[in-house]
């Protein structure tokens, strides 16, 4: 599968963004999609998955600020960005996994096979 990440871009504190994920080769119903981030100087962390029932999980930073959720019509995935803060700032990949990942295992990127490109999200004191 492959996957093209869009939606990212400069937004100031407070502000929202969208992120898009979406899937060409194959269709994602049958896989777990996760959103991982990665700023500069740190370690590629997870920050939201979705598993092929609907079941959501997130990292503790994000929680109550970004929902994923996914559209098997339209083999795509989404990241609703909310309330934006300046640590937020990173590239955001989307990735897939043929496993059945749980809460001890979705935000380990060497569990998913399929990256995107990546969309860089900026965000402004």
């Known amino acids: 599968v492959q996957l093209q990440a869009s939606g990212g871009g400069l937004v100031q504190s407070g502000g929202s963004l969208r992120l898009s994920c979406a899937a060409s080769?194959?269709?994602?119903?049958?896989?777990?999609i996760a959103w991982f981030r990665q700023a500069p100087g740190k370690e590629r962390e997870g920050v939201s998955c979705?598993?092929?029932?609907?079941?959501?999980y997130y990292a503790d930073s994000v929680k109550g600020q970004f929902t994923i959720s996914r559209d098997n019509a339209e083999n795509a995935v989404y990241l609703q960005m909310n309330n934006l803060k300046p640590d937020d700032t990173a590239v955001y990949y989307c990735?897939?996994?043929?496993?059945?990942?749980?809460?001890?295992?979705?935000?380990?990127?060497?569990?998913?096979?399929?990256w995107g490109q990546g969309t860089l999200v900026t965000v402004s004191s």
């Open positions: 080769g194959s269709t994602l119903d049958h896989y777990t």
């Open positions: 979705i598993s092929t029932n609907g079941r959501t």
């Open positions: 990735a897939t996994s043929p496993l059945p990942l749980d809460s001890r295992s979705w935000y380990i990127p060497m569990n998913f096979g399929s």
